[in-house]
């Protein structure tokens, strides 16, 4: 069986906003250990919370999607394993009257 994971546009898209974020902290600390302008804080600040963002939209979005999507797969495939043997059931069952019908 496939495992699910996230597709490749949503890799894409989380590993860009990781980078972002640690660019945003390494632009914002050299700023500030350049320059000595305390406004430079605020790009470590944005920096951090964009890491934040990306672990809460993973946590709270992702996952339970991906939970649910597994679920669901799940679910399907024993709905078809019960009816797979519910016809082998049938099948036997044919062929057991099958066999009392010759004997009588």
């Known amino acids: ?7 490749g546009r949503v890799k894409k898209i989380n590993i860009a906003a990781w980078t972002l974020a640690f660019f945003v902290i390494v632009v914002g600390v050299i700023m500030l250990v350049t320059t000595g302008a305390k406004v430079f804080v605020l790009f470590i ?6 890491v934040v963002n990306v ?37 036997r069952q044919q062929a057991a009257d099958g066999k009392q019908e010759r004997t009588i």
């Open 1 to 7: 069986m496939n495992e699910l994971e996230l597709s």
């Open 55 to 91: 672990i809460f939209y993973d946590r709270a979005v992702l996952k339970p999607k991906l939970a649910k999507i597994r679920a669901d797969r799940e679910a399907a495939e024993s709905a078809n394993a019960a009816e797979a043997d519910a016809q082998v059931t049938d099948r």
């Open 45 to 50: 600040i944005l920096g951090v919370l964009t």
